[in-house]
């Protein structure tokens, strides 16, 4: 029995052998492993990046070659079981995208591929704006501060401070969006400069905000309302006064005046009598009309009153009154 299991076990090392063979007796190549070794997947340009291939187990010689989206972008021939370095110099936009590698015998059909390392470029990020909604505050109110970079890759982190103390936790955006915090105006204190700064993967590339400075906002009367509320009130007043005065007083004014000249209508006047070598002459004015504008009068001469006549030797008919 224990000669039966040594022959079996001796069986399966043999077919495992057997099946990692090719056909020309060389071990089956395994999936190569795709590795970063020098720079980052973050890049910027003109930077350099350096990733390894290697396939093991494997039988030498192995040829390695290297894909952007299914695009050749160089071949190695290793005659041992070190990988092979490809060594890219990221000049362009181009030069960004998914990579690959291939391992396979020369002169064979097939061959593996290895897992895919993504080469994204980063950009610098832009001097933020640090800004609010208001400038002028209040003690007691509450207020907020907005960070935004509007160029940059992203994820972008900013930092809120006061002076030079940190007021805030950092936060980091993984979108394109302003980051806020809030703030309580408690004292004269908090009344000062703020500032923001902002950073992303790109190396050495902190940038500073502008200052922000609140305002004390002034405390209102609580009389002003009520002053300027008489005060429109006294401007509607006078402008009703002024338009009234065409319409209705210098109408009336004129309307009272007639009505006072109303008595001495109609009688016979001495006063503004002309007096020739012959005569006296008298006026004698008719009633006016209401609804009309002229009078009627007529002159009588001293004689003729004397003779007891009363007949108007000269009529002049409606002349037009005007004050």
């Known amino acids: 029995m224990l000669f039966l299991a040594i022959l079996l076990f001796s069986y399966c090392q043999m077919s495992q052998h057997i099946q990692k063979t090719t056909a020309n007796g060389k071990e089956m190549l395994s999936n190569p492993k795709l590795v970063l070794v020098q720079g980052t997947l973050n890049v910027v340009m003109k930077q350099n990046v350096t990733l390894s291939c290697l396939s093991e187990p494997g039988s030498p010689p192995v040829r390695y070659t290297l894909f952007k989206h299914n695009q050749q972008v160089s071949a190695l021939n290793r005659s041992d079981l070190t990988p092979a370095l490809f060594t890219l110099t990221i000049s362009s936009a181009s030069d960004m995208g998914e990579y690959k590698c291939k391992a396979e015998y020369n002169n064979s059909s097939g061959g593996k591929?290895?897992?895919?390392?993504?080469?994204?470029?980063?950009?610098?990020?832009?001097?933020?704006?640090?800004?609010?909604?208001?400038?002028?505050?209040?003690?007691?109110?509450?207020?907020?501060?907005?960070?935004?970079?509007?160029?940059?890759?992203?994820?972008?982190?900013?930092?809120?401070?006061?002076?030079?103390?940190?007021?805030?936790?950092?936060?980091?955006?993984?979108?394109?969006?302003?980051?806020?915090?809030?703030?309580?105006?408690?004292?004269?204190?908090?009344?000062?400069?703020?500032?923001?700064?902002?950073?992303?993967?790109?190396?050495?590339?902190?940038?500073?905000?502008?200052?922000?400075?609140?305002t004390l906002a002034e405390e209102r009367s609580h009389s002003q309302p009520l002053i300027i509320s008489l005060g429109l009130i006294l401007l509607l007043l006078i402008i009703g006064f002024a338009l009234a005065i065409p319409f209705f007083i210098i109408p009336l004014y004129k309307a009272k005046k007639f009505k006072s000249t109303r008595p001495s209508i109609g009688l016979t006047s001495t006063v503004n009598a002309e007096e020739s070598e012959n005569e006296v002459i008298y006026s004698e004015i008719e009633p006016v009309k209401p609804e009309e504008e002229y009078i009627n009068f007529c002159v009588i001469r001293r004689e003729e009153e004397k003779a007891g006549k009363r007949a108007c030797s000269t009529v002049y008919s409606k002349v037009l009154i005007r004050d």
């Open 113 to 214: 591929y290895s897992n895919s390392l993504n080469i994204t470029l980063i950009e610098p990020i832009s001097k933020p704006v640090l800004s609010s909604p208001t400038s002028q505050a209040k003690k007691g109110q509450n207020v907020t501060l907005s960070c935004f970079s509007e160029n940059g890759s992203l994820p972008i982190t900013y930092l809120f401070f006061k002076g030079t103390q940190n007021i805030s936790p950092q936060k980091t955006m993984q979108k394109r969006e302003a980051a806020v915090i809030f703030l309580f105006i408690d004292s004269l204190s908090d009344f000062g400069t703020y500032k923001c700064k902002a950073n992303n993967s790109f190396p050495n590339n902190t940038k500073y905000s502008n200052a922000f400075n609140f």
